[in-house]
């Protein structure tokens, strides 16, 4: 079975600037990268052990992987002093995703069913990884308006302590949200390959 680790190592950065008068404003900022590791391989059976000798491996598992999605997350929200009370008056969250996906080197002179089978797995790995990355930039977008919502305070020394609590339970919401599709992907993982498989022999005319 395929499973596809997340690399979160994340710093919410709060700054503090005091204005007398600002409107509430956001801007998450996200960036996406890309890296590839390459295999070699002649057989389905050679493809599939080079994937899990020279896949990414998790944080804190020598497992290897064909994929992976390292997400880290950061940020930073300026307050705005008003009556005795303090409130965001701007926040920003980062989200920065870099994408690892296999690569298979030495493709010429491979039977066209084996170049189709790779074909439909490699998709299929780049498709998850995407949606992990996706799924990063949405809790990002749903963590900037939580912290613009904040109720105002006393203080700004509280509305920062109030800031990166909404941080902080936003990035274990996001560790859910990330698991919760893992286990999905896993579950239908031998399903969904076949149907891709003879969606794909179908379009080319049969397999030969």
């Known amino acids: 079975m395929l499973s ?16 007398t008068t600002a409107p509430a404003m956001a801007a ?14 002649k057989t389905a059976d050679e493809l599939d ?8 491996t998790a944080s804190g598992s020598s497992a290897r992987h064909p994929g992976a999605t390292k997400i880290r997350f950061g940020g930073d929200a300026t307050y705005m002093q008003d009556r005795g009370r303090c409130r965001v008056s701007s926040a920003r969250v980062t989200v920065h995703t870099k994408i690892i996906l296999p690569r298979w080197s030495n493709r010429r002179g491979a039977s066209k069913q084996l170049s189709m089978i790779w074909d439909t797995l490699s998709s299929d790995i780049k498709r998850h990884e995407e949606r992990h990355a996706e799924i990063a930039r949405a809790q ?12 105002s305070q006393p203080s700004c020394g ?4 109030l800031v990166t609590e909404a941080s902080t339970r936003g990035i274990e919401e996001h560790d ?16 969904r390959m076949l149907r891709l498989l003879n969606n794909r022999i179908k379009a080319s005319g049969g397999a030969k």
Request: net charge positive.
């Open 49 to 56: 052990e080079q994937l899990s000798i020279r896949g990414p």
């Open 140 to 151: 990002a977008r749903v963590m900037e308006k939580r912290i613009l919502a904040l109720p």
């Open 176 to 191: 859910r949200l990330q698991a919760r599709f893992d286990q999905v992907e896993a579950v239908n993982f031998q399903k």
């Open 4 to 19: 596809v680790p997340r690399y979160m190592p994340f710093l919410v950065a709060v700054s503090i600037s005091v204005f």
């Open 158 to 161: 509280r509305m920062q302590e």
């Open 28 to 41: 998450v900022v996200a960036t996406k990268s890309y890296s590839y590791f390459d295999i070699k391989g």
